[in-house]
T-cell receptor, first 113, second 114 residues
Framework: DTAVSQTPKYLVTQMGNDKSIKCEQN?????MYWYKQDSKKFLKIMFS???????INETVPNRFSPKSPDKAHLNLHINSLELGDSAVYFC????????????FGQGTRLTVV | AQSVTQPDIHITVSEGASLELRCNYS??????LFWYVQSPGQGLQLLLK??????LVQGIKGFEAEFKRSQSSFNLRKPSVHWSDAAEYFC????????????FGTGTQLKVEL
């Protein structure tokens, strides 16, 4: 069973479109995250939710809107896609405990053309 | 703000040779330290972590890492590298009050020569 699953794995879309990436975890974790990995493989956190409540928003453009319908799901909706949004987006989850590790999904490679 | 430095962008080793990947962090208190591995087209897999206690930690796939507070380092080691270890390795730091977010280093790409 996949612990953290994201769909789709690949997403190619045109500039200006709106798209969503879905994420689900079956680990029973309270906290979920979205990370962005750029073309140089640098990973940076975008958002973190704990029990459906937004707790971290790292200066991400407001075209990006996370939504957590329940603590097992954290979706990422992106409006008006730009070329610079092309990246790999990783969903992750962890327990809400100090020092706990994050479990990552397989990533969604978004290409904006 | 906390930061993580991985000074080596690329490392090439021969199969069977020993490996050490460097990681330095900047943070005022003791952080939580992690090493993750990313194979091509894959997500990140946790190799090991340091939270407290013994400064030499053992991980999966024969990896170990040593936390050295005086050097602000958390270097990853493996005594004998296998061809399947070729991947991207990321050091990451978390800290109390950070909401469990991870700050990652820029990664080290490991190539293994047969």
């Amino acid at each position: 069973d996949t612990a953290v699953s994201q769909t789709p794995k690949y997403l190619v879309t045109q500039m200006g479109n709106d798209k969503s990436i879905k994420c689900e975890q079956n680990l029973g974790h309270d906290t979920m995250y979205w990370y962005k990995q750029d073309s140089k493989k640098f990973l940076k956190i975008m958002f973190s939710y704990n029990n459906k409540e937004l707790i971290i928003n790292e200066t991400v453009p407001n075209r990006f809107s996370p939504k957590s319908p329940d603590k097992a799901h954290l979706n990422l909706h992106i409006n008006s896609l730009e070329l610079g949004d092309s990246a790999v987006y990783f969903c992750a989850s962890s327990q809400n405990r100090r020092g706990t590790e994050a479990f990552f999904g397989q990533g969604t490679r978004l290409t904006v053309v | 703000a906390q930061s993580v430095t991985q000074p080596d962008i690329h490392i090439t080793v021969s199969e069977g040779a020993s490996l050490e990947l460097r990681c330095n962090y900047s943070y005022g208190a003791t952080p939580y330290l992690f090493w993750y591995v990313q194979s091509p087209g894959q997500g990140l897999q946790l190799l090991l972590k340091y939270f407290s206690g013994d400064t030499l930690v053992q991980g999966i796939k024969g990896f170990e890492a040593e936390f050295k507070r005086s050097q602000s380092s958390f270097n990853l080691r493996k005594p004998s590298v296998h061809w399947s270890d070729a991947a991207e390795y990321f050091c990451a730091v978390g800290f109390t009050g950070g909401g469990n977010k991870l700050t990652f280093g820029t990664g080290t790409q490991l190539k293994v020569e047969l």
